[in-house]
């Protein structure tokens, strides 16, 4: 399975799933939940609290615009797919002003233009981005987004869709000054969907405090407390993904955050260069790691060969969204994924490209991952 989420589960993460269920109230499964805290501490690379929430990602950011702001106010979201788009569609829905700031799907967002609307608008109260847009394969430039936020209005949150770029790329939270910062078990941390993480710092928590919206199920204040008092959530959590994301998140300290940060940066590389050999070609104009959106050889309809990958080679991708389906596919490699393993998808990806009638040497595609691959060996051993 090459999505980019949810993805394959780890033997080890698998081993602890099938385990009979622990009850949440007990001592046991309240060690393992400080653990995990402390773990996710680490990967979102900050002293703030990291909650842990029974939801998608998706509920995770809809409870940071109920929690960290006031009806009414404005906010900025930043397009250019279908996730950043989201989260202004999330906005209107639940009573914000929001600015929608346009990005060509495929383009990375301009900090020049947020700037202009920065001072367009300079009572803008929220700015959301997806950091790693996985609907078109782009990484945008948060630090420079971010840093536009801080000179044009310093009173704006800036929230951080990271589902599927924290543990991926480096996303410092406390040193680039990350208010808000999103992620999802199904993405990096290579465990069932089904549960979401969201850290803010103290000048977000200082919003949630004077926030107007209804709320029961994602009051942020009251899940801090109880989290951060007795080592328990507010309401029954997944269980079986929190005992599983443990025994992952040990497996990420046990490679290193730079190492990992690497790792999905050569499986990015590899999975570029094979494609660029087979005649296709990058969609991102910065490609995030996670996963790879690319463009079909010539010829070839996207739409067909991800169906041939699936019935014939055993071989899952995504598709593309709207207008873009019939010409690009998405190959994820995130997670606990290694190089033999894309090496294997690719070799599924050459055959059915070429029962396609693509045009490219045979190996092609193998051999320029390849390259990338021993290269990196040959540059570790160095």
């Not at 900050?46 to 615009?65: C, D, H, I, K, R």
């Not at 770029?165 to 290579?190: N, R, T, Y």
């Not at 991708?317 to 995130?334: D, I, S, W």
Request: proline share 4%; glycine share 10%; charged share 20%.
């Amino acid at each position: 399975m090459l999505t980019p989420g949810p993805v394959a589960i780890p033997e080890q993460a698998r081993e602890v799933l099938g385990r009979p269920i622990m009850h949440h109230r007990t001592e046991a499964f309240a060690e393992v939940f400080a653990r995990v805290a402390e773990g996710l501490k680490w990967v979102f690379q900050t002293q703030n609290t990291v909650l842990t929430l029974t939801s998608s990602g998706t509920g995770a950011f809809e409870a940071a615009m109920l929690n960290f702001t006031r009806r009414g106010q404005k906010m900025i979201s930043i397009g250019g797919g279908k996730f950043g788009e989201r989260w202004g569609d999330m906005g209107k829905a639940l009573g914000l002003e929001v600015i929608t700031m346009p990005v060509e799907w495929g383009r990375c967002a301009s900090p020049e233009v947020l700037a202009t609307l920065l001072e367009e608008h300079p009572d803008t109260a929220f700015v959301s981005v997806s950091h790693s847009e996985t609907s078109t394969g782009v990484l945008h430039p948060l630090k420079e987004l971010l840093d536009v936020v801080r000179a044009s209005n310093a009173d704006a949150l800036f929230a951080v869709d990271g589902i599927t770029s924290v543990g991926v790329h480096p996303v410092p939270m406390d040193e680039w000054g990350i208010d808000i910062l999103v992620s999802g078990s199904q993405k990096a941390f290579a465990v069932p969907p089904g549960v979401s993480f969201l850290a803010a710092n103290e000048r977000a928590w200082a919003r949630a405090k004077e926030s107007d919206h209804y709320k029961y199920y994602f009051d942020l204040l009251r899940e801090k407390k109880k989290q951060e008092g007795s080592g328990q959530t507010a309401f029954t959590p997944a269980i079986s993904v929190i005992l599983a994301l443990d025994v992952v998140l040990q497996m990420m300290r046990e490679e290193g955050l730079e190492s990992i940060w690497a790792r999905h940066e050569q499986h990015s590389r590899a999975m570029i260069a094979a494609w660029e050999a087979m005649g296709g070609a990058g969609f991102a104009e910065v490609p995030t790691h996670c996963v790879s959106a690319v463009r079909m050889p010539e010829g070839v309809d996207a739409v067909k060969l991800r169906a041939l990958l699936r019935d014939k080679y055993g071989v899952l991708v995504a598709g593309a969204y709207n207008e873009f389906k019939p010409h690009v596919l998405r190959v994820g490699h995130l997670g606990q994924v290694h190089s033999g393993e894309v090496m294997a998808g690719l070799a599924a990806i050459e055959a059915a490209l070429l029962e396609s009638g693509a045009r490219f040497k045979q190996g092609a595609g193998l051999s320029a991952a390849q390259i990338v691959y021993t290269g990196a060996m040959n540059t570790e051993k160095k």
